[in-house]
């Protein structure tokens, strides 16, 4: 089990993720004098059809990038092949002593005990306008109104960010958005061509089987 395992790199989606973490690590307690000094435990509840892994590694770019949160150690509840939540990483984690950051994915129930050494349990927001504005600033050093942040966030946030690539103007950002979502679905794959010879060159030879009848999909 690795513990705390984030990336090193901050882009547009660690860092719009980033300062709504900020938000709720702050109101949990997390920036307050001694926080790390102490098996501080904060548990944050994250937005719906929030993509864990992003918000891990933006939660450790936080806390290795801000000095009052030195020492916090960030972990995400998993759930096991089971389904099944992953308690014992969980406990190990909490038996280690240290500050915790325990990103919990909406809809998973947190067990008892979890929430009894908990100190506080915080809700993060979704994305919203300004954290896109402050995350595009940081990151690109691109200047977004709150009205450009709220047409860019009316299409889904993965989108967004792979929009926003750098040297793109906002104005192109949200052309090529709209245009990827009104595009029709991409054409389904078909075999290869050496595939397609091969296909044809077996039935080509191959001997009907007596008693056996086959019907077209478009029959059935």
């Known amino acids: 089990m690795n513990l705390g395992r984030t990336t090193s790199t901050v882009n547009i989606a660690s860092a719009t993720y980033g ?7 702050r109101l949990a307690g997390a920036f307050l004098k001694g926080a790390t000094t102490r098996q501080t435990v904060i548990i944050l509840k994250l937005p719906p059809q929030a993509d864990e892994r992003a918000y891990e590694a933006a939660a450790g770019l936080l806390v290795k990038g801000i000095p009052n949160l030195h020492g916090f150690l960030v972990i995400r509840a998993d759930v096991t092949r089971r389904g099944l939540l992953d308690v014992k990483k969980l406990d190990d984690a909490l038996v280690l002593g240290r500050p915790l950051v325990i990103l919990w994915p909406l809809g998973i129930k947190v067990p008892i005990h979890i929430v009894a050494a908990a100190d506080r349990i915080v809700d993060v927001r979704s994305v919203r306008p300004f954290h896109l504005v402050s995350a595009a600033r940081e990151v690109e050093g691109r200047v977004l109104d709150i009205g450009e942040a709220s047409r860019l966030l009316e299409y889904p946030v993965t989108s967004v960010f792979a929009s926003m690539r750098v040297g793109r103007s906002t104005e192109l ?6 245009a990827a979502h009104l595009a029709p679905d991409p054409l389904p794959s078909v075999p290869s061509l050496a595939l397609a010879n091969c296909d044809a060159h077996s039935r080509h030879f191959a001997k009907p089987s007596v008693g056996i009848m086959w019907a077209s999909s478009a029959a059935l």
């Open 19 to 25: 300062v709504a973490l900020k938000a709720a690590m």
């Open 173 to 178: 950002v949200l052309k090529r958005l709209q």
